[in-house]
């Protein structure tokens, strides 16, 4: 299309390294895919001149696994009856990476994505998340980690509809116990860090849907977590707007040192993934 950017250009390199499980993930889809960008440039160019303005955090990156998962079962019961949605997932994360988790609607990707952030634990099988058994861990103990350690963004945003995008990152400084003179050049960084720093002082429903995910990214990753879970974080949003929200993505993992795993049905943004696991009836192929 002639249009193709930055994101383009790289996601071709990252998909000539990646090991993909994924059997739809390289086929011609693609092709008949590809995301026109000329707005989106825009942000890349932003992005790019951010990368270089940004000072790197200083966190040590180990080479360790961040998350790994091991025979992970998990079985609801629906009316007295078993409902086994999980059946068997093995699956590793490493520091920086990008990785996707495809699969049609009741596949199960909401479940295990619930399970690697703490939120649900495995009927069998082991999560261990930065050296820690998710699997044993209780309530509590996963809370906290998850408080730190962990951000979220969801498909629908969740913002406070009532505060700012600055007071929406702010909450997650405040919730997440950093001291409070840190706040004001993490928020401002964060949000220059998804492009928003003309519409800090928007709230939510002053703000496109592109707009409003960027702020739940910006509060995702304020509190600098080591993995960004996200659930189908561009379903609401059309392929112009999923391009950036990836841009995004690409521009924290590099600047932020974040790991990012995501669930998608787009399969015009399985290119940028480090790695796609494809899953079906609760199961990877
Ligand atoms: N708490 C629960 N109790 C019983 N069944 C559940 C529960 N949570 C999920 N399920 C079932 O597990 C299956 C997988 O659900 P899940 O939400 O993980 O799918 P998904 O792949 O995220 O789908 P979608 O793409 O539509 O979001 C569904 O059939 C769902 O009904
Ligand atoms: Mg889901």
């Known amino acids: 299309m002639g249009l193709l950017t930055t994101w383009k250009t790289k996601s071709k390199t990252k998909k000539a390294q990646r090991n993909s499980t994924s059997s739809g993930a ?6 008949q895919h590809e995301i026109a960008v000329s707005a989106d440039s825009l942000v890349k160019q932003d992005a790019a001149s951010e990368l270089a303005a940004i000072p ?11 998350m790994t998962v091991s025979g992970v079962e998990r079985t609801f019961s629906v009316g007295g009856q078993p409902l086994h949605v999980l ?4 699956m590793q994360v490493l520091p920086s990476q990008l990785v996707m988790l495809r699969g049609r609607s009741g596949s199960g990707k909401t479940t295990l994505l619930n399970m690697l952030g703490g939120l649900d634990q495995p009927s069998k ?4 998340f930065d050296g820690k058994p998710f699997h044993k861990l209780g309530d509590n103990d996963r ?5 730190m350690e962990i951000g979220f963004i969801f498909q629908a945003y969740a913002l406070m509809p009532l505060l700012s995008a600055w007071e929406n990152v702010e909450l ?5 116990g950093v001291p409070k003179r840190e706040w004001k050049e993490r928020v401002a960084h964060c949000l220059r860090l998804v492009g928003l720093e003309k519409r800090m002082h928007h709230r939510p429903f002053e703000l496109s849907g592109g707009e409003q995910q960027r702020v739940a990214i910006a509060k995702a990753i304020a509190h600098r977590p080591k993995l960004l879970l ?3 974080p561009t379903a609401e949003l059309d392929s112009q707007m999923a391009a950036q929200i990836m841009a995004v993505f690409q521009t924290i993992i590099a600047t932020e040192q974040v790991t990012i795993c995501m669930t998608t049905h787009d399969p ?11 899953m079906v009836d609760g199961k990877f192929i």
């Open 26 to 31: 390289s086929d011609g889809d693609f092709a």
């Open 125 to 128: 099988g082991e999560i261990w």
């Open 56 to 66: 790197k955090n200083n966190r040590i990156v180990s080479s360790e696994p961040v």
């Open 143 to 147: 809370t906290k980690v998850r408080r």
């Open 87 to 90: 059946k068997g997932i093995t």
């Open 268 to 278: 015009t943004i399985l290119e940028v993934a480090d790695h796609v696991y494809e």
């Open 230 to 232: 996200a659930d189908e």
């Open 172 to 176: 997650s400084l405040r919730m997440a």
